[in-house]
């Protein structure tokens, strides 16, 4: 009668936690009757008393499958796949079964450490970005993302790679400062006026007072300048001057635009509220 041999060796095992002989008899009985959290349960203790690496392998590796596909608990898959890891590193089942559980976990950085020993970051990025085109939920396409860009920022040196990851993710979260500082030195130095405009447009939502001043001029000088849009240039210039009345080349910059624009009206606008602020 399982249930009755279920409770005496339970009974044993309340004495002797330990107790081998109890925890190989319950680990039987709890698969029969498919009792898989009482099984995990004793496949732990069991790891933690086994000696021989052969034993203790064998049973980490049911442990983690329990965990993982029984349980659907991947936060203690992956713990004993590690212990597995710590005792085999060489063991590729393993590591395959860390990476899935690591990745359902969305333990970027943890999954970092496991493939820079191996230095396979073409992989992982491959992995990340492949995932991230199957994944539905923002938040994570988002940290997918900004793990890839940084991946092929610090570990492959491939700044064109990175962008190309942060402008997916601006289209995710259009006013995400990060994405857009890390995309303003790229297209300066790619001459991308267009792309460099909107990431200045993304920090200028980030910016008040006098710190945005520097950005409104960039911007405004690249819709005069660069990309034939002096509408956008001249609102980004009266800004600017709201926020330096004084300045003369400020002032220099909205009466130039308006006058090739013919909308001296905003400029006078421009000219009035500010006086008032005084």
């Known amino acids: 009668k399982p249930p009755v041999c279920i409770e005496l060796w339970a009974a044993v095992r309340e004495l002797e936690p330990q107790n081998p002989e109890a925890l190989g008899a319950l680990s039987t009985l709890y698969e029969r009757s498919r009792d898989f959290e009482n099984l995990a349960d004793v496949l ?3 790891a933690l008393t086994l000696f021989e690496d052969k034993d203790r392998l064998k049973t980490l590796e049911k442990l983690a ?7 659907k608990n991947d936060e203690a898959a992956a ?3 590690r212990q597995v890891l710590e005792s085999n590193p060489g063991d590729r089942r393993a590591q395959e079964n860390l990476k899935k559980r690591l990745l359902a976990l969305r333990r970027w950085d943890d999954l970092e450490l496991l493939y ?11 992995l990340l970005e492949s995932q991230e085109a199957r994944e539905k939920d923002p938040e994570t396409k988002v940290s997918m993302l900004l793990k890839a860009a940084d991946l092929w920022q610090t570990k492959k040196d491939k700044a064109d790679r990175a962008a190309r990851a942060y402008e997916k993710f601006l289209k995710i979260d259009d006013k995400h400062l990060g994405a857009a ?3 303003i030195p790229f297209y300066e130095y790619a001459n991308n006026p267009k792309g460099l405009s909107e990431a200045i447009e993304v920090k200028l939502h980030h910016v008040e007072g006098e710190e945005s001043l520097p950005l409104l001029q960039q911007v405004a000088d690249l819709y005069e300048n660069r990309m034939r849009k002096p509408d956008l240039a001249l609102d980004r210039y009266i800004t600017a001057l709201t926020l330096a009345p004084t300045d003369p080349q400020t002032s220099e910059d909205v009466e130039r635009v308006a006058s090739a624009t013919g909308k001296w009206d905003q400029a006078i606008a421009a000219y009035r509220a500010a006086l008032k602020a005084f």
Request: proline share 0%; no cysteine; net charge negative.
């Open 181 to 183: 500082e890390a995309l």
């Open 79 to 81: 713990e004993a796949w």
């Open 65 to 71: 499958q329990i965990q993982g596909d029984r349980l």
């Open 44 to 46: 732990q203790e069991q």
């Open 116 to 126: 820079e020993e191996s230095g396979k970051w073409d992989e992982f990025i491959r």
